[in-house]
């Protein structure tokens, strides 16, 4: 364990940082009002005997410094339980920035949605937001993937029938506004919950008028005078009561049918996956340890065992689930010809077998679950002259088309085309995580920067410039250093190219909550893979 101790001990550390949100004074000034966190009406409003999965937790991370950050990108997001009924919740933290909407805080808001309607699961909004943070306006108000594009899904959401609760537990500004009164249910708490397309000093600066934010846009105002909201509620508490009564008297929908029997807890100890992953990237170590201590009693029926051996493909269960699995296998392998083959690399072989392999589930009804540590596909003469490009295109055509739902975890690295082929977030996997040790890029660390370094030290040439041994040196630690930063998987989670950065032992409890989420929308659209490259 002592390999991983540190990295997950960075884990947990920051995992408690990010929870203090806009740090205690702001914490114990939100309360003073009378109300709860974001986190504590999570807490207060979810199932105590199910598990809370957040995704996004690392959004924001590193960024917006000079205007003081923007942990978790001011939101908690995540997929729980409320009255026996799956759901999303999305909980704006007053704490930072009086919750206001950074350019990652509505990537993140989409994010939450997008889950919703993947997998048709009715979607909690705890409102408590200043609305758009407006020094960065140009980077949330404007573009397609902006602000706007919550109330396009807010619409879109209650035409595919896929329930909506909001309560405003605090100010809800402007086009902000939109969000909970175009939800199904809308709620207002007394006192600290207001709602108004603009409040009373825009007011008095463009019309004239006086009048107090409370009888302009409060809890009286609008459930007995607009009709806006529809009920108030004393406290937070009592409001989130109200959430889980609408939650219990929800009619269930068709399921999606997908497998599940009694789990079983792996044979092989989970643990040792610590101890079997080496942090050294260079070292081989076979994924099928790392497989066996993932799946249920720690069975894992491989698919072409002897064929395209550096891609495992087969069938298993995880907490009961049935799920097909798509690994790189990282130990050195020997084809039947003799070729000797990289682990970790993609080749014609394992290619052609993994597109054949996801055929297969998609044409049975399997979920499909992918753990990446890939630098990439083969190159060279011999691959080219093999047909590579063609045998990675028809992996990616069958990946990319896939109708069962898809979970993608980083486990070591993740490279380039390897990233593509593997169903990165570019494929719509319903769930992405890294685990601590993964790394993301177009290539190694080192690749890069010497690649970079050749390029920089041609430009200087090309001007007269030429570097000493010493100065060479310092230019490509330099480099190093800055490319090596946007390898951490914190910086992917940070932009949310990933939903968050986990301890290993997170992997089974996240893919069985993602099947059960996706088991929430029937497959209805039919699997076409269209021109296949043969």
Request: with cysteine; net charge neutral; charged share 25%.
């Amino acid at each position: 364990m002592l390999n991983l101790e540190s990295l997950l001990e960075e884990l947990n550390l920051k995992k408690k940082q990010i929870k203090l949100g806009g740090g205690l004074k702001k914490i114990q000034a939100h309360k003073a009002k009378g109300k709860m966190t974001a986190w504590e009406r999570i807490e207060y409003l979810i199932d105590k005997d199910r598990e809370f999965t957040e995704f996004g937790i690392f959004a924001g991370e590193g960024m917006y410094e000079e205007d003081g950050g923007c942990p978790n990108g001011g939101v908690v997001c995540g997929i729980g339980s409320v009255s026996g009924k799956m759901c999303v919740i999305v909980s704006n933290d007053a704490t930072v920035k009086a919750g206001a909407w950074f350019p990652i805080t509505a990537k993140k808001n989409l994010r939450a949605q997008e889950i919703a309607m993947e997998n048709h699961l009715p979607i909690i909004y705890l409102v408590d937001s200043a609305g758009v943070y407006l020094p960065m306006q140009a980077d949330v108000f404007p573009d397609k993937e902006h602000f706007g594009r919550i109330f396009r899904n807010n619409a879109q959401m209650s035409s595919m029938g896929i329930p909506q609760v909001a309560a405003i537990m605090g100010s809800c500004v402007a086009g902000g506004a939109y969000l909970p009164i175009m939800s199904d249910y809308a709620l207002i708490v007394e006192g600290t919950g207001s709602v108004f397309l603009a409040g009373s000093y825009l007011v008095k600066s463009s019309i004239g008028e006086e009048i107090d934010n409370e009888t302009l846009g409060g809890a009286t105002t609008h459930c007995e005078i607009s009709g806006v909201t529809d009920n108030k509620f004393p406290n937070d508490a009592a409001c989130l009561d109200e959430i889980r009564k609408i939650f219990d008297k929800m009619g269930h929908n068709v399921k999606a049918g997908f497998d599940r029997k009694t789990s079983i807890l792996p044979l092989k100890d989970p643990k040792e996956i610590y101890t079997i992953l080496p942090l050294d990237r260079a070292k081989p170590y076979d994924m099928i340890d790392i497989i066996e201590r993932l799946v249920d009693n720690s069975e894992f029926d491989q698919y072409k065992k002897g064929f395209g051996q550096t891609i495992l493909c087969g069938l298993a269960r995880i907490d009961g689930w049935a799920v097909g699995i798509v690994a790189n296998q990282r130990k050195i392998v020997k084809s039947k010809k003799g070729e000797m083959q990289m682990g970790g690399v993609i080749y014609s072989d394992s290619a052609d077998k993994a597109a054949r392999f996801i055929m297969n589930c998609n044409q049975q009804k399997i979920p499909l679950i992918f753990l990446q540590d890939v630098t990439g596909f083969m190159v060279g003469s011999r691959s080219e002259h093999g047909g590579i490009i063609k045998d990675g295109a028809k992996m990616v055509n069958a990946m990319a088309n896939s109708v069962v739902p898809k979970f993608t975890f980083i486990v070591g690295n993740s490279y380039g085309a390897g990233n593509y082929a593997m169903c990165g977030k570019a494929y719509d996997p319903r769930l992405i995580y890294s685990w601590v040790t993964g790394q993301m890029a177009v290539m190694s660390g080192s690749s890069a920067a010497k690649t970079l370094l050749q390029i920089q030290e041609a430009a200087l040439k090309s001007k007269g410039v030429e570097l000493s041994e010493e100065k060479e040196k310092e230019l490509l630690n330099s480099i190093t250093d800055k490319y090596n930063s946007q390898l951490s998987p914190y910086y992917a989670a940070a932009n949310l190219w990933v939903d968050g950065v986990i301890d290993p032992l997170e992997t089974r409890k996240i893919i069985s909550t993602g099947i059960e989420a996706a088991n929430h929308a029937p497959l209805t659209k039919r699997y076409n893979v269209g021109v296949i490259q043969t």
